[in-house]
């Protein structure tokens, strides 16, 4: 069965750097046909997709976030992390980190993290 | 971005309704569509995929259908647990997009 799990800081402060780390158990991100996804919800709100990254090291950024974005993985540990940098409060959100399975399409996100609150505030 | 719009907003049902949600595509995106379920304070579930792919483990109950633009989730028979809010999301093309959500209650 596999499991995600966020971890890191609930708490950052205006204008600085949000890093969340996701470990998976059950599976390895180095094996093909999955990409390892960050997702937001902001409170009561919908959903936003952040963007993934593949185990070849490719990634996809959400254009309306690309230049704060950084994506990456740690095969060793079994992780990938976001930075999200120069932070406000609207990026108050829970954060979820997310699998999608890639056959003949992308197939949705089969397995979720169970998100992690991040308030942006002084 | 392609921007998905679902409809109704929220509506209300009892046990034994059969329900549906529709979700439509500001563009074609094909079958590229997938359903969510989400509880208060948990995670999304995912439901269906590729439009009207059953994913392991959820009640045939559920049922999706759809090409193009315009697509349906249906519940046959609500159950007590099937209160909660639905989402559907596009895999066409980046960045991915999800509906605004359905809220479902009694």
């Known amino acids: 069965q596999v499991q995600l799990q966020e971890s890191g800081p609930g708490l950052v402060q205006p204008s600085q750097t949000l890093s969340l780390t996701c470990t998976v158990s059950?599976?390895?991100?180095?094996?093909?046909?999955?990409?390892w996804s960050w997702i937001r919800q902001h409170p009561g709100k919908g959903l936003e997709w952040i963007g993934h990254?593949?185990?070849?090291?490719?990634?996809y950024y959400n254009p309306s976030l690309k230049s704060r974005l950084s994506i990456s993985e740690d095969p060793i540990k079994n992780q990938f992390s976001l930075k999200m940098s120069s932070v406000t409060a609207a990026d108050t959100a829970v954060y979820y980190c997310?699998?999608?399975?890639?056959?003949?399409?992308?197939?949705?996100?089969?397995?979720w993290g169970q998100g992690t609150l991040v308030t942006v505030s002084s | 971005d392609i921007q998905m719009t679902q409809s109704p907003s929220s509506l209300s049902a009892s046990v034994g309704d059969r329900v549906t949600i529709t979700c439509r595509a500001s563009?074609?995106?094909?079958?590229?569509l997938n359903w969510y379920q989400q509880s208060p304070g948990k995670a999304p579930s995912l439901l269906i995929y590729?439009?009207?792919s059953l994913q392991s483990g959820v009640p045939s109950r559920f049922s999706g259908s759809g090409s193009g633009t315009d697509f349906t989730l249906t519940i046959s028979s609500l159950q007590p647990e099937d209160f909660a809010s639905y989402y559907c999301?596009?895999?066409?093309?980046?960045?991915?997009?999800f509906g605004q959500g359905t809220k479902v209650d009694i």
């Open positions: 990254i593949y185990h070849s090291g490719n990634t």
């Open positions: 563009q074609s995106i094909s079958r590229s």
């Open positions: 997310a699998r999608v399975p890639y056959t003949n399409g992308w197939e949705g996100v089969d397995y």
């Open positions: 059950g599976g390895s991100i180095s094996s093909g046909g999955y990409y």
């Open positions: 999301q596009q895999t066409y093309s980046g960045p991915w997009t």
């Open positions: 590729a439009a009207s």
